[in-house]
């Protein structure tokens, strides 16, 4: 199990640095002015609703882990499919970035989906062996 929780925090910490990186790099290219702002808006709002979908499932990850014994591929397959729930409020602020110019959904995704990364690991220091 000790290989497992260090093998999930590696792809935790990979995820959240390639995050933050793609977020430096897009905010940096100069898209221009938001061309549609109710586009922007849009985009901002569906990436905060599922970005709060993916945080609400890693709360309930990290309030339950360690409450029942489980195999190690069951805690690694939990743990990949929830980071790919809460990736997807960073990925849409990344889509709405390149539709719109607009970097607000970008930043909010990124901010709960590393609020969410930052749960699932305080998650897996519960899980005992």
Do not use: C, H
């Not at 199990?1 to 977020?23: E, Y």
């Not at 970005?51 to 939990?78: D, H, K, N, P, Y």
């Not at 499919?81 to 607009?102: C, D, H, Q, Y």
């Amino acid at each position: 199990m000790q290989d497992v929780k260090r093998t999930l925090n590696l792809i935790a910490g990979s995820f959240a640095i390639a995050g933050i990186a793609i977020a430096a790099v897009l905010s940096a290219i100069d898209l221009g002015e938001p061309t549609s702002p109710d586009l922007a808006d849009g985009g901002a709002l569906a990436s905060a609703i599922f970005g709060a979908i993916g945080f609400l499932i890693a709360l309930q990850w990290w309030s339950r882990a360690g409450e029942i014994s489980r195999t190690a591929a069951r805690v690694q397959m939990g743990f990949i499919v929830r980071v790919a729930v809460a990736e997807t409020g960073a990925l849409l602020g990344i889509l709405t970035l390149m539709m719109t110019g607009s970097n607000t959904a970008l930043l909010i995704g990124l901010a709960l989906f590393l609020v969410s990364l930052l749960l699932l690991t305080l998650g897996l220091s519960r899980i005992s062996e």
